[in-house]
């Protein structure tokens, strides 16, 4: 069997919508903020493109009008995998002589053709064995993953895939000055791919479904999706594939998948950025010439039969919070009530006023709520979720979320709250504007799903025209009393168990390179020049009354973004959080009067003005987006809400019993366990898990001590970060929250910020919690001092090496060489402050048989990496390349410099880092890892280590150091719980 694409050549015509193009724009629409243009090559490729000059980069996306819903019936998860198999590279990318190669990967598709249909266990076993042996003798003349190594050499970031239900695309963020070797890499895979290392491959494709089998939000997502469309492939056919069709997979299936959908006329190339039609086109239309247009298969669209008659159950069991989801069948995109149900969807759930927020959340019916929807190409759905108290019946949340139905088809809700969903729809097309990232995937969604880009970029003023009585109507049509029910009740889940085949080692040489990686490197390329920020330029500091402040300076719209950045966290104050929850629910005295929590809340919203709040273990945030003419009726209507927040002892306590349901429920999530394991491992006691306060404390507190906690924020002193049009200097008192209540002397500096403190421990030690799941999660934290100014160059250098990207050491010899992980990455972790102690930190999630070999490797490679000279030079270069073209998004200069300032930098120390980084080798590099590491009894490593017993090798991980077993309990704060749930 052929791997390498057929191209004949056909001459595709003009169809349906099966193969219907979009319509070509020479120029951009006059009213097209984005200014799309869109393109085709002599061979049916489109381009869209938009052109954004902030900084010498481009996105570039290659989008696929084919997904999961494409999917042959028996061989789900096909076009998942096959988007992983085009980064193995072609027929001269990826290899030292194709023609060795080539005899062996057809023998690997023979026998995967076998394996397909062999049941008996020894059959199969030998069947693996021999695929095993087979991709070793390829991986002779192979190189692993050298597309993303030739991209990195390039200054190409961000390089990744998604695969949806009717799209996959392929991302890239590029040089500006890199568009031909970018093509000529794209061209080489779209046209002459080589599904290679596909046995290893694959189980990392099998540890990624692993990890959706641990998450119960991806499981009720698969049975509502179910249930909603029946047999249809939206219902049977989930991104990631049925184990047992991964198991068995169909390589045969997924070569005639690319060979069906991958084509010119299938498929658009999006730039947005620095980059114009005039230099773009030539060099696409030479390095796409190639890739030959044919005929593409009948998509037969139409609307999913077997729509779900009635109130439809479903049962998902979980350990962790309960929760009740409900969903519709609505329409596809393109119908003419489509507008009308993206409106519904914000004034039910737009995070701050919509009726589920409202009625649910912030009268604390339930613990959480949200809701979500999706139109796709055949039909789309839309849902609301709801988690349950301790005490609360299934049957309960069910109802609540039935009135919101109600309340919607009795119309209670006012023109007011649509107008104000249609003027945060286009406070989000002006943030679109700043990114790169968002042009792209606008236009690249427009060409998917078979939108003609004037239609998609009008989006927001079909939402301005939609009515009350629209939305009344599309309510009564749509959510009606045929609807599907997810329960997700207690109890335990029991993932499949497949034993791991046994995977060979390929092993990776840096030193290998291939004929078309060198032609590519030897492309002439253009390096802009490197610009740094620059004081009284790109932002200006001073001070105000308040403390200290940072400017930058919003030159696209009237947008703005202020941040008040207290130094008080929960070290100082163990109540910040549950204050700024409680904030969030309540009320406020205004002139005289009282305005409950809903009505502030639509307030703010009505302004366009959106409030974030944030803690952590020595820093409080307090954030404020709008429009910069609401600037200052946003920031007054705060000053007010944090010094007057008007909650009672009922709310206090319904928040008490909302609160402990959700950390009950935090001890059996598989992913809230990870994470506090992660952190104890880290931090041990101090640790941002243990500084919580415990349920006893919670239950203790009053409603005066959580007012005089919010109110004592704004007596503070603060970092101001400013983001938006310019601000005149007599204009700036409008950022001084809490002037207007106090005198410039009466700000306090808060307490100093005690240095970071890391865990310490004699020896290596695991800790190890016991979760019935199918991935395990390993982590490794390797404590160091704090680096001196002039070793933070090389930390980066490190940091990149272990794990910067696909091409770093942990996921190349994890996953890429070993099969061994989905996610496998390394870090090196500097600090906040220049006092913090440093951290070398290493991750991966695997299943459970493998958790053993997993941590001593992971372990080995970050204390003993190996330093070849090559990778070395190659990460030093797409560094120096990385520093020349990005540049720091004007929305996250405050936070930047507030960040570098902490560092004590007081100008941007790029351009140090960057003449240090030039001159360095790999014997720099080996004697910076030599002096934070000097072998394994003089610096332990801490690990921890999540997963099932029945299916580790605790004894293996007790060879490592000393394994302390820990429960869940002990890794949180909480201590007891009431006795209502001691039952669960």
């Known amino acids: 069997m052929s791997l390498v694409s057929a191209n004949p050549k056909v001459t595709v015509t003009a169809g349906g919508r099966d193969e219907a193009l979009p319509a070509t724009i020479a120029t951009p629409a006059a009213d097209d903020p984005l200014g799309v243009t869109i393109h085709r090559l002599s061979n049916g490729l489109t381009v869209y493109l938009s052109t954004y000059r902030r900084e010498p980069r481009f996105q570039a996306w290659i989008a696929i009008r084919a997904g999961a819903r494409h999917d042959p019936p028996k061989s789900t998860g096909l076009a998942h995998y096959l988007e992983h198999m085009m980064f193995k590279g072609s027929s001269a990318l990826g290899t030292l002589d194709f023609d060795r190669e080539r005899p062996h990967l057809d023998r ?73 070797p970018w093509a000529r890499l794209e061209r080489a895979r779209f046209t002459d791919p080589v599904f290679r290392l596909f046995y290893p491959e694959l189980e990392s494709v099998y540890e990624e479904k692993n990890m959706s089998l641990d998450d119960p939000h991806e499981r009720i997502y698969e049975d509502m999706m179910a249930a909603l469309f029946g047999a249809h492939p939206y219902g049977t056919q989930p991104t990631l594939g049925r184990g ?98 993206r409106v519904l969807d914000r004034l039910v759930d737009n995070a701050t006023c919509g009726l589920l927020n409202v009625k649910l959340r912030l009268s604390q019916k339930v613990p959480d709520a949200h809701a979500s929807g999706e139109h796709r190409l055949e039909a789309g759905y839309w849902s609301m979720t709801a988690s349950a108290r301790a005490d609360q019946a299934l049957d309960e949340v069910e109802a609540l979320l039935l009135e919101i139905i109600r309340d919607l088809q009795a119309g209670d809700f006012s023109d007011e709250d649509l107008a104000a969903i249609k003027l945060h729809a286009r406070i989000h097309d002006k943030r679109a504007l700043e990114s790169n990232e968002s042009r792209a995937a606008r236009m690249a969604e427009a060409f998917t799903t078979f939108q003609a880009w004037p239609d998609y970029a009008k989006r927001t003023v079909e939402m301005e025209r939609v009515s009350k009585a629209d939305i009344v109507r599309v309510a009564r049509r749509y959510l009606g009393g045929d609807f599907v029910v997810v329960r997700r009740e207690r109890g335990l889940h029991e993932p499949p168990q497949i034993r791991t085949p046994k995977i060979t080692p390929v092993p990776i040489d840096p030193e290998r390179e291939s004929a078309l990686a060198r032609e590519v490197r030897a492309l002439p390329t253009t390096p802009p020049e490197p610009v740094w920020l620059r004081e009284g330029v790109d932002f200006t500091t001073g001070a105000i009354a308040t403390g200290p402040y940072i400017f930058a300076p919003n030159t696209l719209s009237d947008l703005f973004t202020v941040s008040f950045a207290f130094r008080v966290g929960l070290r100082q104050a163990p109540l910040m959080r549950y204050a700024l929850d409680m904030l969030e629910r309540a009320g406020v005295s205004f002139d005289g009067h009282e305005i409950p929590a809903p009505e502030l809340q ?70 809230s366990v990870a994470n506090a394991l992660a952190d104890y491992v880290r931090h041990g006691a101090r640790g941002w898990t243990r500084l919580r306060p415990s349920n006893a404390l919670l239950a203790s507190t009053t409603v005066r001590r959580l007012q005089l906690l919010l109110e004592s924020l704004t007596g503070l002193a603060r970092s101001t970060l400013y983001f938006g049009p310019s601000l005149p200097a007599d204009e700036r008192w409008q950022l001084e929250l809490g002037s207007r209540h106090n005198p410039p002397e009466a700000f306090e500096d808060p307490p100093p910020r005690p240095p970071l403190s890391l865990r310490q421990v004699p020896r290596t030690t695991i800790f190890f919690v016991h979760k019935q799941t199918a991935q395990a999660q390993v982590q490794v934290a390797l404590p160091r001092p704090p680096l001196p100014r002039s070793a933070r160059p090389l930390a980066r250098l490190y940091d990149h090496y272990l794990g910067g990207d696909m091409s770093g050491l942990v996921f190349q010899e994890l996953r890429e060489a070993r099969g061994l992980a989905y996610a496998a990455t390394a870090r090196h972790e500097v600090g906040l402050r220049v006092d913090d102690p440093s951290t070398i930190l290493g991750l991966a999630g695997t299943q459970g048989d493998k958790v053993a070999l997993v941590t001593r490797l992971l372990l080995e490679l970050m204390r003993r990496p ?16 990385e520093h020349r073209s990005t540049r720091i998004d004007p929305r996250s200069v405050p936070r930047r410099v507030y960040r570098w300032r902490a560092l004590g930098e007081q100008t941007d120390p790029r351009p140090d880092q960057l003449a240090a980084l030039a001159g360095y080798t790999a014997a720099d590099l080996q004697r910076f890892v030599d002096e934070v590491d000097t072998g394994a009894e003089q610096r332990p490593a801490i690990i921890g280590v999540m997963g099932d017993r029945a299916q580790i090798d605790l004894d293996a991980l007790a060879g490592l150091g000393e394994l302390v077993e820990r429960t869940p309990e002990e890794l949180f704060s909480f201590g007891a719980f009431p006795a209502e749930f001691e039952d669960e």
């Open 108 to 180: 690997i598709a023979q026998l995967y053709d076998e394996l397909r249909v062999a049941r008996a266990p020894r059959r199969r076993d030998a069947l693996l064995a021999e695929i095993d042996a087979e991709t070793q003798r390829s991986a002779a003349v192979a190189i692993p993953n050298e597309l993303d190594r030739v991209f990195a050499s390039l200054g190409v970031i961000d390089v990744n895939a998604f695969t949806a239900a009717e799209e996959t695309v392929y991302i890239s963020d590029v040089p500006a000055g890199s568009l031909a």
């Open 244 to 341: 047992e069709h991964l198991k068995s997979p169909a390589y045969a299936d997924m070569v005639a998948f690319f060979q069906r959908w991958y084509a010119p006329n299938n498929a658009a190339i999006v730039l947005a950025g620095d980059i114009d039609a005039a230099v773009a086109l030539p060099v696409l239309e030479r390095e796409f010439a190639d890739w030959r247009p044919r005929p593409l298969p009948p998509r037969a669209l139409g609307e999913p039969a077997h729509a779900p008659r009635g109130r439809v159950l479903r049962t998902v069991r979980a350990e962790g919070e309960q929760s009740v989801t409900v969903a519709w069948r609505t329409t596809p995109l393109g119908h003419a009530d489509t507008p009308a149900l």
């Open 602 to 671: 639509r307030a703010f919203y009505r302004l366009g003005t959106t409030v974030d709040t944030w803690c952590g273990p020595d820093l409080t945030t307090v954030s404020v987006s709008g429009v910069r003419k609401n600037l200052n009726t946003s920031i007054s209507l705060l000053e007010r809400w944090m010094n007057g927040p008007r909650f009672d002892a009922e709310d206090l306590q319904r928040m008490l019993q909302n609160r402990l349901s959700r950390r009950h429920g935090e001890l059996r999530e598989p992913d």
């Open 866 to 881: 190996p330093l070849q000279p090559a990778r070395v030079a190659a990460v030093r270069d797409a560094l120096l390349e």
